[in-house]
T-cell receptor, first 109, second 115 residues
């Protein structure tokens, strides 16, 4: 079945630094979604990427979808304490949304 | 704006008991998903419904069952509860477009503790 791998599992970042989390699927995806879950909260939709090679930006967040539609990345610049949480990618293939394990981000002030 | 409503928010049960979780999707969303999230883990897909019919099945145990009713709300029934069933159960709804699942709107979750 479809599997979505996400690395790293944990990311400890100094405030102001950049980091990237990566997502890889074993199968070609129709689209990929990214969610953020704050501690004690529920996953909140960030973005959906549909097109091969698509790049989307949301302020300090840059999302990319690979040319083969099997991998994706989320890059955050100038990390802030508000970026704390777990970032999940979720691969969509024919209405089957599979979540990656998530990258849990902590920020050192 | 209306969000996904889940109840109860917290539930404590003993082993071998039964539990029922309820989910009220966002109005006009015809698809409901159930996810189970253990501590420090990613949400694991259990089951989904589209237009009151089961559309996909994930890692839902045979002891669990679910359905979607005519008003689109859904219930997850869990029987013969085990300690390992302790988790946060999320319901999410979406309005699928084309071949894409569409954005999932998650409820705040129901935390089940089995003692």
């Amino acid at each position: 079945g479809q599997q979505v791998m996400q690395i790293p599992q944990y990311q400890h970042v100094q405030e102001g630094e950049d980091f990237t989390t990566y997502c890889n699927s074993s199968t070609t995806l129709s689209n990929i979604q990214w969610y953020k879950q704050r501690p004690g909260g529920h996953p909140v939709f960030l973005i959906q990427l549909v097109k091969s090679g698509e790049v989307k930006k949301q302020k300090r967040l840059t999302f990319q979808f690979g040319e083969a539609k099997k991998n994706s990345s989320l890059h955050i610049t100038a990390t802030q304490t508000t970026d704390v949480g777990t970032y999940f990618c979720a691969g969509d293939n024919d209405y089957k949304l599979s979540f990656g394990a998530g990258t849990t981000v902590t920020v050192r002030a | 704006a209306a969000g996904v409503i889940q109840s109860p928010r917290h539930l404590i049960k003993e082993k071998r008991e039964t539990a029922t979780l309820k989910c009220y999707p966002i109005p006009r969303h015809d698809t409901v998903y159930w996810y189970q999230q253990g501590p420090g883990q990613d949400p694991q897909f259990l089951i989904s419904f589209y237009e009151k019919m089961q559309s996909d099945k994930g890692s839902i145990p045979d002891r669990f069952s679910a359905q979607q009713f005519s008003d689109y709300h859904s219930e997850l029934n869990m029987s013969s509860l085990e300690l390992g069933d302790s988790a946060l159960y999320f319901c999410a709804s979406s309005d699928p477009r084309g071949r894409n699942t569409g954005e999932l709107f998650f409820g705040e979750g129901s935390r089940l503790t089995v003692l």
